[in-house]
């Protein structure tokens, strides 16, 4: 039986996991949920645009792991969004512990166009190593992922390449650095030296090739707000304050307090904002003042930056199987992930492209992806900038001097001021505690569950996900969903 509940219980933030958490509470039969949104959209860091005719996803891209045990991938299906390779029962089974195979080409900074096979080992040692089990490394040097692959990589390349020849070898090393920048990206890391080595096994994925949604990602977002009852949503309204574990003799343990003034009581509060706006604004939006050991976990989760670079090109200048190019630089055999000038060198973290297929839907568009400061940088420039400075990095690559993009679309998801960055990973000395302590309610004995946090960074297992995000405001409308029944199973609130 739904309960009827009174409670005034306040989400902050309309992404997934605001949305998540308000359908979950609404079907329990709870009449006072409200969202407050600062922007004036849905959707957080899902977020669909339009390069020419083209859709192109800015924010969230793929349902990683498709699969029956993905909640996102089910209410895709359920809605209608996704094209029938998707549905493939194959294609759910495939395990590629997230790193689903890609057809590559690969171009050198010397504008050649390299045979996949000499840098094929590089790729396959990189993999094994990052699929090798993360366990706590008990007391060894490395404490990130950037140091531990560098030494592993020089070990088995010392066994395992001994009688390749030099130029060869000193190709694979430039490929590895190539992948540990791919690899910021996926991480929303800028190197992975900020990387903790003990949390990174923590991170679990779902059977299945990652897929798209036919419409863009915010059809999701869509469907799901339509099933909301209207006006639960007040969008362009940033909060300022909460203020919870009220001593005073309010009516209510939460109060709620808005940038333009307005002040509205609460009996329960979901956080929902992402980590990087946590880490800026945690002083201001808590008071009183968030618990020591949950601001040290805050301050331990790392949370970087991801961007994307869209390219649409009148004809392709990359095989038709291609799904993803690399660019792989000849001075980079020391293994990094970082450049040492960051306003003159920004592009040399761009680690390459991914081909948005099917051309029939996409028509001829790239997706470059750059991680970290480099990727920070990049977005204060102009677009035309950013155009001229990718053009000559792909004429110089391919040695075509005649390659020029259509239109270009780049995202800036730092310097947006209610995101600050991309998506979470976990920072050296991070551990699975910290992970725990991020989701952990504020509230008093008496009002336990006064401030209740979602969002992908307070998942323990599917952190940087949307599907993660999802399962957390579920988590926490199952939260006060408990509470209220076990107060009183049997009545009406």
Known sequence: MALSVNARIFIIGCGISGIAAAHRLVNAGFRRVRILEATAR?????????????????????????????????????????????????????DVEGYPPKVPNVFSSSGQKLNAEDIYPAQELFIRLMCAEFESQGGEPQACVGDFIRSKVQQRAAEEWKDVEAATRSLRLCMISNMLKEECCINGAHSMDEVGLDAFGLYKTFPGMDCTLLGGFEGLIKNLMSELPSGLVTYNQPVHCVHWNNTEKRESPVMIECDDGEKVAADHAIVTVPLGYLKKHHSDLFHPPLPLHKLHSIQRLGFGTSNKIFLEFDSPWWDADCEVIYLVWEDEDVMVDQVPDVQRSWMKKLFGFTVLKPTERYGHVLCGWIAGHESEYMETLSEQEVTHTITQLIRRFTGNPTITPRRVLRSQWFHDPWTCGAYSHPGIGCSAQDLENMREPLGSRSQPLQVLFAGEATHPDYYSTVHGALLTGWREADRLISHYSSISPDLKF
Do not use: M
Request: glycine share 14%.
């Open 42 to 94: 849905s959707g957080g860091r899902i977020k669909t645009g339009r390069l020419g005719d083209n859709i192109v996803e800015v924010g969230a891209n793929w349902i990683h792991g498709p699969s029956e045990e993905n909640p996102v991938f089910c209410l895709a299906r359920k809605y209608g969004l996704l094209d029938p390779e998707a549905l493939n029962p194959e294609n759910q089974a495939t």
